[in-house]
């Protein structure tokens, strides 16, 4: 199943894993995978919620691997993923990358994430050579920075030492989220809710390899975007005082990148979400730099379920 792939070309230490999960003590440690013949890596992921594979990580880890298959100057211009099973983070996961096309200036790859012989996540991925051409950009709404606004950690570290959002996150990523009552953010439109949260890696990103900040913004872009999608029937995870009654789940993502950017300087989510219905929600949302440079798109749709009480007996 494995297609052919071009003379490899040179793979970054940040990228190199051992066979083995080690401690997680800054994001490159998220983004690690050994290989382990011609097209197959395998990574381990941490749990985004009990037992489940956190699918911001399996994203992030198979555009890894669909990079270290690409030659060296062709930079990921979009990704387009599903998730269909939930993955167990007590277990390694293999990706498999087919190499679809090699063409002139684009290339293009799918990746199968495999766990106990069967799929749980599908991603096809666009990698482009540079080119000049007219600019232009929404601009980045007028909201507050980053400084002063609530770290939402304490919060999460409420579930336990087991709570991986409350521990380890905190070593791997900043974040703050701006809270919705605030004066000054952008009016609502009738039936939409939206969401604005600042993001970045915890630690400093290597300098000369862009293919790591694009996947630790894939990793990022999974955080918030199912929750915004749901925020018509419960507030954010940082504002509960109560156990959350969703069951939350990604569905499918898709991720457009636009311009140059880095993951571990402060970059502002802009979220919002259209429509629920199904037991689906939408969400939608843009990457800005701080000095208002419109650097990715995103938008994923996400099961959506009211939990059901545990039936007596």
């Known amino acids: 199943m494995t297609a052919a792939t071009p003379p490899k ?3 970054p230490d940040a990228f190199v894993s051992p066979a083995e999960p080690t401690e997680i003590r800054g994001f490159v440690d998220l983004l690690r995978l050994d290989e382990i013949d011609q097209g197959l890596f395998r ?7 009990p037992l489940r594979a956190f699918g911001g990580q399996v994203a992030a880890q198979a555009l890894v691997a669909a990079g270290r298959t690409v030659s060296t100057g062709r930079l990921v211009h979009s990704l387009h993923g599903y998730f269909m099973r939930p993955g167990d983070p007590r277990r390694p996961l293999v990706y498999e990358v087919d190499a679809l096309r090699d063409g002139g200036s684009y290339t293009t790859r799918r990746v199968t994430a495999i766990q106990g012989g069967e799929a749980v996540f599908t991603l096809s991925a666009s990698f482009k050579t540079p080119e000049e051409s007219p600019d232009r950009q929404r601009e980045i709404p007028d ?3 980053p ?13 336990g030492p087991e709570n991986y959002w409350g521990t380890t996150g905190k070593l791997t990523l900043d974040m ?7 004066p000054g953010l952008p009016v609502e439109l009738p039936g939409v809710v939206q969401q604005f949260v600042w993001l970045k890696s915890a630690q400093p990103l290597p300098d ?21 999608a749901a925020l018509h029937l419960q507030v954010p995870r940082a504002e509960r005082t109560e156990p959350s009654q969703i069951n939350l789940a990604s569905l499918d993502h898709a991720m457009w990148f636009h311009r140059p950017f880095r993951a571990d300087e402060w970059l502002l989510f802009a979220q919002r979400s259209p429509s629920s219905s199904d037991g689906r929600g939408l969400a939608q949302g843009e990457f800005y730099t701080r000095d208002g440079r419109l650097v990715a798109s995103v938008v994923q749709e996400a ?4 939990r059901r009480p545990k039936a007596q007996g």
Do not use: Q
């Open 303 to 306: 099961l959506i379920r009211e």
């Open 208 to 228: 000369d390899e862009p293919l790591m900040h694009v996947c630790a913004l894939a990793y990022l872009s999974d955080l918030t975007l199912a929750s915004t």
């Open 147 to 159: 400084e002063g606004l609530p770290d939402p950690y304490a919060a999460w570290a409420a579930g």
């Open 143 to 145: 909201l507050p920075g």
């Open 9 to 11: 070309p040179d793979t």
């Open 43 to 49: 990574g381990w992921c941490h749990a985004g919620a």
């Open 176 to 182: 703050r989220i701006i809270p919705r009552d605030r």
